[in-house]
């Protein structure tokens, strides 16, 4: 064998120069290939891992389910996950403190349903029938939201949809081993769940939310919900192997699922998803070295098209286009949307506090200082109408206005036909107090406009003219918010709302809806009422203020302020 060697000294001729590039292309080509080639391989080994781990997850609860219950098995999976996904956590030195807390919760509500109904199909139905009807899930989706493919494409996979559902039609047949018609049901609800779950999962990794951290806290959530039964009930668990029993079904989910999101984290998930449902198969081999159970043609028949139907989908969201993930909001975000979330969270209880007792008005005050906050925040970022924009009422609060208590008496020696005059006999008649409300200091702009409202809100009783009662209060708070952005009054407007629909009361409905929404033409077609200064105009005719200011009486009867309550107590 002779060898050439070239002295590097020299320079390339023609020819040799034309091979090494060609040389250099065809490796720069293959280079990034072989990686993906490689990550593919990878990918695909891990799924075929995660497959029959869930089998096996699946197989021993099916064999748990001969003496514990469901719940406890879901409540022990869930248990051993978290607790074994906290651990690689913390040697990791990675957080697992979620940005989309509501979302977690919602998502453990789904995911718990899904998997605490496919524990009671596996303890129903041959395991590979029970797995399968879970795995109706993709089809589920793609009903739900499409494929994000048009054309043919679209139709082919509608059509694959379509050969699922037969499929799951030809298990509903008699000729199921088992017989059971209520277990094929709950299997097929698993995976109408399961197709909930995996939308409520698509929206949290497009927010940003990393994959091991819902993990954990999917598992968390399984094992609260499932441990607050438990809690009554106690535990049925009483040897060392059905201790291991249930310690080796969180083991077992907990490396399949950092085995399927690894697989998923390597590249195009056509892969991960296609080859998942090979857990179907690893549960009917299971099934059939385990328990015998030997499905009939038309039972295979119906499990082979769920498989095949479920692959076909399946590739096909994995090949659509991704919706581009959202940017992680920053720290000041996240921090802006919780005090949101609990400013709601009060408000909300405030309203269901209020719908039992409406004489309890202290809840008013805790709905206006929550709503105030979100407005005053949604103010400064510039998100709603700033009402500030008014020299006047920015004037105001430079000088933290104060008009002093009104004295009642004094304004009774005034004219009836007056508004000083009016509103004193608007108190006496409805035996109401000027200090009703606390004299506090303002913490921010929309606090001090709240403040001035509260103070005057009787005036507006009479000035827009609606009553005291129900409906009138209902309409006053359209009025509100037709003059500024008031959460506040939308929420007493919704609650009114919804007590109404609630207690089946339809002709209560349609007056709260009709005073509300006149009260909101009302408000928007006057002129902007938040800097009068009403102390001053006492003395001036009732009718005169309201023409200046283009404030209409309304033309409902519920809600609607008596003729005679602006002159009660004139005589």
Same mark, same amino acid.
């Given at each position: 064998?002779?060898?050439?060697?070239?002295?590097?000294?020299?320079?390339?001729?023609? #020819?040799?120069?034309?091979? !090494?590039?060609?040389?250099?292309?065809?490796?720069?080509?293959?280079?990034?290939?072989?990686?993906?080639?490689?990550?593919?391989?990878?990918?695909?080994?891990?799924?075929?891992?995660?497959?029959?781990?869930?089998?096996?997850?699946?197989?021993?609860?099916?064999?748990?389910?001969?003496?514990?219950?469901?719940?406890?098995?879901?409540?022990?999976?869930?248990?051993?996950?978290?607790?074994?996904?906290? &651990?690689?956590?913390?040697?990791?030195?990675?957080?697992?403190?979620?940005?989309?807390?509501?979302?977690? /919760?919602?998502?453990?509500?789904? *995911?718990?349903?899904?998997?605490?109904?496919?524990?009671?199909?596996?303890?129903?139905?041959?395991?590979?029938?029970? $797995?399968?009807?879970?795995?109706?899930?993709?089809?589920?989706?793609?009903?739900?939201?499409?494929?994000?493919?048009?054309?043919? &494409?679209?139709?082919?996979?509608?059509?694959?949809?379509?050969?699922?559902?037969?499929?799951?039609?030809?298990?509903?047949?008699?000729?199921?081993?088992?017989?059971?018609?209520?277990?094929?049901?709950?299997?097929?609800?698993?995976?109408?769940?399961?197709?909930?779950?995996?939308?409520?999962?698509?929206?949290?990794?497009?927010?940003?939310?990393?994959?091991?951290?819902?993990?954990?806290?999917?598992?968390?959530?399984?094992?609260?919900?499932?441990?607050?039964?438990?809690?009554?009930?106690?535990?049925? /668990?009483?040897?060392?192997?059905?201790?291991?029993?249930?310690?080796?079904?969180?083991?077992?989910?907990?490396?399949?699922?950092?085995?399927?999101?690894?697989?998923?984290?390597? *590249?195009?998930?056509?892969?991960?998803?296609?080859?998942?449902?090979?857990?179907?198969?690893?549960?009917?081999?299971?099934?059939?070295?385990?328990?015998?159970?030997?499905?009939?043609?038309?039972?295979? !028949?119906?499990?082979?098209?769920?498989?095949?139907?479920?692959?076909?989908?399946?590739?096909?969201?994995?090949?659509?286009?991704?919706?581009?993930?959202?940017?992680?909001?920053?720290?000041?975000?996240?921090?802006?949307?919780?005090?949101?979330?609990?400013?709601?969270?009060? =408000?909300?209880?405030?309203?269901?506090?209020?719908?039992?007792?409406?004489?309890?008005?202290?809840?008013?005050?805790?709905?206006? $200082?929550?709503?105030?906050?979100?407005?005053? =925040?949604?103010?400064?970022?510039?998100?709603?109408?700033?009402?500030?924009?008014?020299?006047? #009422?920015? *004037?105001?609060?430079?000088?933290?206005?104060?008009?002093?208590?009104?004295?009642?008496?004094? #304004?009774? %020696?005034?004219?009836?036909? $007056?508004?000083?005059?009016?509103?004193?006999?608007?108190?006496?008649?409805?035996?109401?107090?000027?200090?009703?409300?606390?004299?506090?200091?303002?913490?921010?702009?929309?606090?001090?406009?709240?403040?001035?409202?509260?103070?005057?809100?009787?005036?507006?009783?009479?000035?827009?003219?609606?009553?005291?009662?129900?409906?009138?209060?209902?309409?006053?708070?359209?009025?509100?918010?037709?003059?500024?952005?008031?959460?506040? !009054?939308?929420? /007493?407007?919704?609650?009114? /709302?919804?007590?109404?629909?609630?207690?089946?009361?339809?002709?209560?409905?349609?007056?709260?809806?009709?005073?509300?929404? %006149?009260?909101?033409?009302?408000?928007?077609? &006057?002129?902007? #009422?938040?800097?009068?200064?009403?102390? %001053?105009?006492? *003395?001036?005719?009732?009718?005169?203020?309201?023409?200046?200011?283009?404030?209409?009486?309304?033309?409902?009867? &519920?809600?609607?302020?008596?003729?005679?309550?602006?002159?009660?107590?004139?005589?």
């Amino acid at each position: 064998m002779f060898m050439f060697t070239r002295d590097a000294s020299q320079p390339l001729d023609p #020819l040799q120069a034309q091979l !090494a590039r060609y040389s250099a292309s065809i490796a720069a080509w293959c280079a990034p290939r072989e990686d993906a080639l490689k990550k593919t391989g990878l990918a695909a080994v891990l799924m075929l891992v995660a497959g029959v781990l869930f089998a096996l997850q699946a197989a021993l609860v099916k064999s748990g389910l001969q003496s514990i219950a469901p719940l406890e098995l879901v409540f022990f999976r869930g248990l051993v996950c978290a607790v074994l996904l906290l &651990a690689f956590a913390r040697l990791a030195g990675r957080s697992l403190a979620t940005a989309r807390p509501l979302a977690q /919760i919602g998502l453990g509500v789904v *995911g718990f349903v899904s998997l605490a109904l496919y524990f009671v199909a596996i303890g129903m139905l041959p395991l590979v029938t029970a $797995t399968a009807l879970n795995y109706t899930a993709p089809l589920f989706l793609a009903l739900l939201v499409g494929t994000g493919q048009a054309g043919k &494409a679209r139709t082919a996979v509608l059509l694959a949809v379509g050969g699922g559902f037969v499929g799951a039609c030809l298990l509903l047949q008699p000729t199921l081993a088992g017989g059971s018609f209520s277990g094929v049901a709950i299997g097929l609800a698993s995976g109408v769940t399961g197709a909930l779950a995996y939308l409520m999962l698509s929206r949290l990794g497009r927010s940003g939310e990393h994959q091991q951290v819902t993990a954990f806290w999917f598992s968390v959530a399984v094992c609260v919900f499932a441990g607050v039964p438990l809690l009554g009930s106690g535990l049925s /668990i009483a040897s060392h192997e059905q201790l291991a029993l249930v310690l080796a079904i969180g083991v077992l989910a907990t490396f399949a699922q950092l085995a399927m999101i690894k697989a998923y984290s390597l *590249g195009s998930p056509l892969i991960p998803a296609t080859l998942s449902y090979a857990t179907v198969v690893f549960t009917s081999l299971i099934g059939a070295f385990w328990w015998a159970e030997h499905l009939g043609f038309v039972d295979a !028949a119906g499990i082979a098209l769920i498989v095949a139907s479920g692959v076909l989908v399946s590739a096909a969201q994995a090949q659509a286009k991704p919706a581009k993930a959202a940017a992680r909001p920053s720290d000041e975000e996240q921090r802006r949307l919780r005090e949101y979330r609990k400013n709601n969270l009060r =408000s909300m209880y405030a309203v269901y506090k209020l719908a039992k007792d409406p004489s309890q008005t202290k809840y008013v005050f805790m709905i206006s $200082t929550a709503q105030d906050n979100i407005a005053e =925040s949604e103010r400064v970022r510039g998100q709603i109408k700033n009402p500030y924009a008014s020299e006047d #009422l920015e *004037g105001m609060w430079q000088t933290r206005f104060h008009a002093g208590q009104y004295d009642v008496d004094r #304004l009774l %020696e005034l004219p009836a036909d $007056t508004l000083g005059g009016a509103y004193a006999r608007h108190m006496r008649a409805n035996n109401l107090r000027p200090d009703y409300y606390k004299d506090v200091a303002p913490r921010h702009r929309m606090h001090f406009l709240r403040l001035r409202i509260h103070q005057t809100h009787d005036i507006w009783h009479v000035l827009t003219g609606f009553n005291t009662d129900e409906f009138g209060e209902v309409g006053l708070q359209g009025f509100y918010f037709g003059q500024f952005t008031s959460g506040q !009054a939308a929420i /007493i407007g919704a609650a009114a /709302i919804l007590k109404s629909v609630l207690r089946g009361r339809l002709s209560d409905l349609e007056k709260h809806v009709d005073v509300f929404c %006149e009260g909101y033409c009302n408000g928007k077609r &006057a002129e902007r #009422l938040l800097a009068v200064k009403w102390e %001053e105009l006492w *003395g001036e005719k009732l009718e005169e203020v309201r023409r200046r200011y283009r404030i209409a009486e309304p033309n409902c009867r &519920a809600g609607r302020l008596a003729p005679a309550a602006a002159t009660a107590g004139a005589r």
